[in-house]
């Protein structure tokens, strides 16, 4: 056997504006090389509750069942409807983009009656639509929606919706992967009753952990199952005697170093304040997405529904994008996302979540793409994308 030769790790520092990860705070990093606890340390079930109680303040809810899953968002999403949806249950799902189609698939692996409501890539789902399928379909477990389709760039309205699914006595799944941090998620006063999120976007927390609260009616709900959830490692009636204050049963080891870091991103979120954050990622993306104008690219989202956390346009017409995004990667360091499914080759997504959500970072993006545009050959007057972004900023 040849022992194989493997140099220290030395990973380049990119800047991160794809669809996640998003960058990571140098105090989160900090907070990750610490020594490790025991997960029953009692030192450690107080950081556990400081966690949820953060959790609770960034979720804008009072649910006691708020926790952070151990896996990424996608590990939230499927903690949130394996333990909802059983077999034969009807449920509603709006798909949009990847990750309606991704809930939409983990609904079916439930054996649930899947309904799946469907639009265009870029647009979302008006109220009505929402109660039409209530209606039409009598008894209905849950309505599931993905408030910030990172594939498309669109944010999915939530208020009423929650109101609308409890008269019929229906769930509200929402999921917030990409809004978490980066615009609001009002879990109470729009009565979602579970909701997710992952670390590596707007929370800009490496990946690995998924927040996950739910409300009393949704714990209700899974209280109440005929089966056990056909997953053992996301089954929250046992992982919440984990969570549980005064329990702490023992049902996986928690990944200590990730709940470091999600407690020291929490507390930067918290530091800002929810308010000042949001606003943060308004400046900004309105900054980019003048400067993209400028370039000759146009929102993929529908108008009134972007989000500022992931900005999702067009590429300028002739322009083959893929190059394009190589060449700010190896040139300029700079990551930025292609399309998935029916937008491949056609959109960049570039990703404004949390840390990655600063003005030198919009203007380096800006100018990498006026420099690699020109490169191949297009007319591009240097400077140009910069200065709508820099009016803006002004105004
Ligand atoms: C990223 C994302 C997910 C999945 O999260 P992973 O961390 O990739 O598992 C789910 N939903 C949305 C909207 C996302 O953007």
């Known amino acids: 056997m040849v022992t194989p030769s493997v140099p220290e790790l030395k990973p380049s520092s990119r800047l991160l504006l794809g669809p996640g990860p998003s960058m990571v705070h140098p105090r989160v990093l900090r907070a990750m090389s610490t020594p490790l606890l025991g997960h029953l340390d009692p030192e450690f079930l107080v950081i556990m509750n400081e966690v949820q109680a953060m959790l609770r303040a960034v979720f804008q809810t009072e649910n006691a069942f708020t926790i952070a899953i151990s896996g990424t968002g996608s590990a939230g999403m499927e903690a949130a409807l394996v333990n909802v949806v059983e077999p034969g249950d009807t449920v509603v799902v709006g798909v949009n983009g990847v990750f309606g189609t991704r809930l939409a698939d983990i609904v079916g ?30 008894k209905v477990k849950a309505v599931a929606v993905v408030h910030a389709e990172t594939s498309t760039g669109a944010q999915q309205p939530l208020d009423g919706l929650g109101k609308l699914c409890h008269d019929r006595g229906a769930l509200l799944v929402v999921d917030a992967v990409t809004s978490l941090g980066g615009l609001p998620v009002e879990v109470d006063r729009q009565e979602i009753d579970v909701c997710y999120s992952g670390t590596q976007k707007c929370l800009s927390c490496p990946p690995g952990l998924a927040p996950l609260t739910l409300s009393p009616r949704a714990l209700e709900v899974v209280k109440a199952r005929k089966h056990k959830v056909q997953s053992w490692y996301l089954d929250l009636s046992m992982i919440a005697d984990y969570w549980a204050e005064g329990k702490r049963a023992y049902h996986h080891t ?15 979120v918290l530091e800002e ?12 993306s309105a900054a980019l997405m003048a400067g993209l104008g400028e370039l000759g690219c146009t929102p993929n989202a529908a108008e009134g529904h972007r989000l ?70 297009r007319s591009v007057k240097p400077g140009e994308a910069l200065a709508a972004a820099a009016a803006t900023y002004a105004a």
Not at 254 to 268: D, H, K, Q, T
Request: proline share 7%.
């Open 109 to 138: 692996r439930c054996g649930g009656n899947l309904v799946k409501l469907e639009a265009p890539w870029g647009q979302v789902f008006p109220p009505e639509r929402i109660e039409e399928a209530l209606k039409k379909e009598g």
């Open 254 to 268: 928690a990944p200590i170093s990730m709940v470091y870091a999600l407690r020291e991103s929490l507390r930067i």
């Open 273 to 284: 304040g929810l308010a000042a954050r949001f606003a943060r990622h308004r400046r900004h």
């Open 308 to 377: 500022p956390s992931l900005n999702c346009v067009k590429t300028p017409p002739g322009v083959e994008e893929a190059p394009i995004r190589k060449a700010l990667l190896t040139g300029a360091d700079i990551e930025i996302g292609g399309g998935l499914g029916p937008l491949v080759g056609k959109v960049w997504r570039i990703g404004l979540m949390g840390e990655s959500a600063r003005q030198e970072h919009v203007l380096a993006v800006l100018a990498a793409l006026e420099q690699a545009l020109a490169g191949a050959g």
